[in-house]
């Protein structure tokens, strides 16, 4: 079983940046492929960007490609969401997820642990 627990959401204004780290624990967080999802109020929890467990593998939404950023320090045991170019529309709650695949996927089917969730909110 992994353990997730997200940081580095904040408030930021329109066309600025914001890293979400998530800190996992569990041996096996190596072995886990990982994602970020995010979820505004009424709507259904969407894909953001997931990472192979080697981290050679990246997918991203269409909504943040060449904006976004993951990557995965498994010393540190540890993933990463670079967030530049920030829009109103990114405001939302973002979620780490782990998997025990090892693969890239957007389905939130795919993963088994989830953290609690970072608050990131874009002014205009």
């Known amino acids: 079983q992994v353990q997730l627990v997200e940081s580095g959401g904040g408030l930021v204004q329109t066309g600025g940046s914001l890293r979400l780290s998530c800190a996992a624990s569990?041996?096996?967080?190596?072995?886990?492929?990982m994602g970020w999802f995010r979820r505004t109020l009424g709507k259904e929890r969407d894909f953001v960007a997931a990472?192979?467990?080697?981290?050679?593998?990246?997918a991203y939404a269409d909504s943040v490609k060449g904006r976004f950023t993951i990557s995965r320090d498994n010393a540190k045991n540890t993933v990463y969401l670079q967030m530049n170019s920030l829009k109103p529309e990114d405001t939302a709650v973002y979620y780490c997820?782990?998997?025990?695949?090892?693969?890239?996927?957007?389905?939130?089917?795919?993963?088994?642990?989830w953290g609690q969730g970072t608050q990131v909110t874009v002014s205009s």
């Open positions: 997820a782990a998997s025990q695949l090892r693969g890239v996927y957007a389905s939130s089917l795919r993963y088994n642990n």
């Open positions: 569990g041996r096996s967080f190596r072995s886990n492929a």
């Open positions: 990472i192979s467990w080697g981290g050679g593998s990246t």
